[in-house]
């Protein structure tokens, strides 16, 4: 059994920066791909960023790309979303996902078979 635990969502201005967390337990951390999905209220959840066991590999949402980095630290079975220059509509619930195959990285939301409980960011204007 894969446990996710997301932390560092809060509220910031526009223009604002946040980082989450996502410490994974039960199986070996290193050989997975791990992705963040956000979901915001009335909407589907939807792919943000992703990256591969490595970690030389990232993909992602356009709506994002230039602004957020996804990151991991193998040996502290965490991974990282970096988000910079916060706009409103990135308020959402992010959740944090394990890959169900090893190595890679995706962005198939129906590829993950472990997720976080989710962590709200709320960005103000």
């Known amino acids: 059994q894969v446990q996710l635990v997301e932390s560092g969502g809060g509220l910031v201005q526009a223009g604002g920066s946040l980082r989450l967390s996502c410490a994974a337990s039960g199986r070996t951390f290193s050989t997975y791909g791990m992705g963040w999905f956000r979901q915001a209220p009335g909407k589907e959840r939807e792919f943000v960023a992703a990256i591969n066991w490595s970690g030389g590999s990232t993909y992602y949402a356009d709506s994002v790309k230039g602004r957020f980095a996804i990151s991991r630290d193998n040996a502290k079975n965490t991974v990282y979303l970096q988000m910079n220059s916060l706009k409103f509509e990135d308020t959402a619930v992010y959740y944090c996902?394990?890959?169900?195959?090893?190595?890679?990285?995706?962005?198939?939301?129906?590829?993950?078979?472990?997720w976080g409980q989710g962590t709200q960011v709320t960005v103000s204007s």
């Open positions: 996902a394990a890959d169900l195959l090893k190595y890679r990285a995706t962005i198939a939301s129906g590829q993950y078979g472990y």
